[in-house]
């Protein structure tokens, strides 16, 4: 993934892929309507499935373990129901923005997913206080995504306010937020943080097999590979865990091979600190979608993105997430790895992206899906976690490197950072405060946003020299 980003963010040539060359024309596979038929279409979106597949599905992961309902609970039915949601409406959201609906959708190859940025908002929204808090987070996730619908109106006047050194400092906050859950995982969860196999050898070692996998696979795979090298990383160390005697099928005795989602599955219920939280990072979540929607047109096909593809994309964002909400699934964004996936294969048809889109439709109305990623390890799932939440400081750091570092820049981030990031660690120092406030400010990525945001716009810019 980290390639791919930087082949995006130094704007030079985007070499086609030469497997391509001879089936279609370079104009073909610039042009997002021409549809390169079934026999490329299916494998080419299966690909942009695979590569976001293990990201689309964490994010659930996470948020029902922080509520007390995930792996090791005696009930994961509720869990397989939110996995089950983050496929079905990661395909719907795609669908928005690849067919449209009048000014809704980019009408361009932009793969939706359940989004990483919201999980410090959420997670101290629903710690530890089981299925009930759902009720608030979904509705909060509906308002908010109204909210970011609202966005497409203006997008192009908020995206001003969000230089480099602002949206590097959120997604490098973002990162450093849910790194402790990694760690968690690969330790065997935070509910078993008092038992004796805490922090295990077996555990670690798991966690190590699908980690080292990953990166062996990124660095000297090629194509689908490398790729889906999350996926099969999870894969190897899946079978690792099996000949140790640790995977059981039990959960896919369960549930049934049919499911039709519910509306307001989890019940309806206004919080005043989720709904803020949501509609504050859906500021975040459209500034991040503008990125993903002028890299694919800048690496596929080699122009600017125009102002109608960012509004509509900005639109579909806010309606996939308002809709999904509705039904008990979590915020979906733009996933940035496949805008990396559309500059290395050079084509840009937004049909191939539907192809991927319907597989995962067709995923989330299978239970059995759901069911059978509840038998992985969550030290597994752990190994697989620390390599991409470090991909998204990773990223950060590369976005940060396009920052002039002049003094007023390093007070700017030093200030926000240090006052955002400490409040996290250190939450009891506003327990005076109401617990509203308490969710904000410690979620870390807020309070870094509104404190950068609100410094880059109020300290002058003088001509003060560069650090360093």
């Known amino acids: 993934m980290g390639d791919q980003t930087q082949l995006l963010e130094d704007g030079g040539p985007i070499p086609k892929a030469r497997s391509w060359r001879g089936v279609m024309t370079p104009e073909e596979a610039r042009d997002p309507d021409y549809f390169p038929g079934l026999v490329l279409a299916v494998p080419l979106g299966i690909q942009h499935v695979l590569a976001m597949f293990v990201s689309n599905l964490a994010p659930a992961i996470i948020v029902a373990g922080a509520a007390g309902f995930g792996y090791g609970s005696a009930d994961t039915s509720e869990l397989v129901y939110m996995i089950q949601m983050a496929m079905l409406f990661s395909g719907i959201a795609t669908f928005f923005q690849t067919f449209g609906m009048g000014a809704v959708g980019a009408r361009l190859p932009v793969v939706q997913g359940t989004s990483f940025a919201f999980l410090p908002i959420m997670i101290p929204i629903v710690a530890g206080q089981g299925i009930a808090a759902m009720a608030a987070l979904t509705t909060g996730a509906v308002v908010g995504g109204l909210f970011h619908t609202c966005l497409g109106f203006v997008i192009g006047r908020i995206r001003v306010a969000l230089p480099p050194l602002v949206t590097g400092l959120v997604v490098l906050m973002i990162g450093l937020s849910l790194m402790r859950v990694g760690v968690q995982y690969a330790a065997g969860g935070a509910d078993a943080a008092q038992s004796a ?108 993105a125009s102002d109608r593809e960012l509004s509509g994309a900005t639109f579909a964002d806010g309606i996939g997430t308002a809709v999904a909400g509705i039904f008990g699934a979590l915020p979906n964004t733009s996933f940035s790895q496949n805008v990396g996936l559309v500059a290395i294969t050079g084509v840009m048809s937004r049909h191939v992206v539907s192809v991927g889109a319907v597989f995962l439709v067709l995923c989330g109305l299978v239970p059995k899906i759901g069911a059978l990623v509840t038998t992985i390890p969550i030290e597994v799932l752990g190994g697989g976690v620390i390599v991409m939440f470090g991909m998204v400081a990773a990223a950060a750091v590369s976005m940060l490197s396009q920052v002039e570092w002049t003094q007023r820049n390093m007070l700017i981030f030093a200030i926000a950072l240090s006052l955002s990031l400490g409040l996290q660690l250190e939450p009891d120092a506003l327990r005076q405060s109401p617990e509203m406030v308490q969710v904000l400010l410690c979620s870390g990525v807020l309070p870094a946003a509104v404190i950068a945001v609100f410094l880059n716009l109020v300290v002058p810019d003088g001509e003060a020299q560069a650090v360093g």
């Open 197 to 304: 196999t805490y922090g295990s050898a077996q555990g670690w070692l798991l966690a190590a097999i699908v980690a080292v996998t990953t990166l062996a696979l990124s660095f000297y795979a090629r194509g689908v590979w490398s790729t889906a090298s999350v996926l099969i990383g999870l894969a190897v160390g899946y079978a690792a865990a099996a000949l140790m005697g640790r995977i059981s099928l039990d959960p896919l005795d369960t549930v049934g091979w049919f499911m039709v989602p519910e509306p307001f599955h989890f019940g309806f219920a206004i919080s005043a600190s989720a709904v803020l939280g949501f509609c504050l990072m859906g500021v975040v979540s459209a500034i991040e979608t503008v990125g993903d929607v002028s890299g694919i047109c800048e690496g596929g096909a080699g122009r600017p």
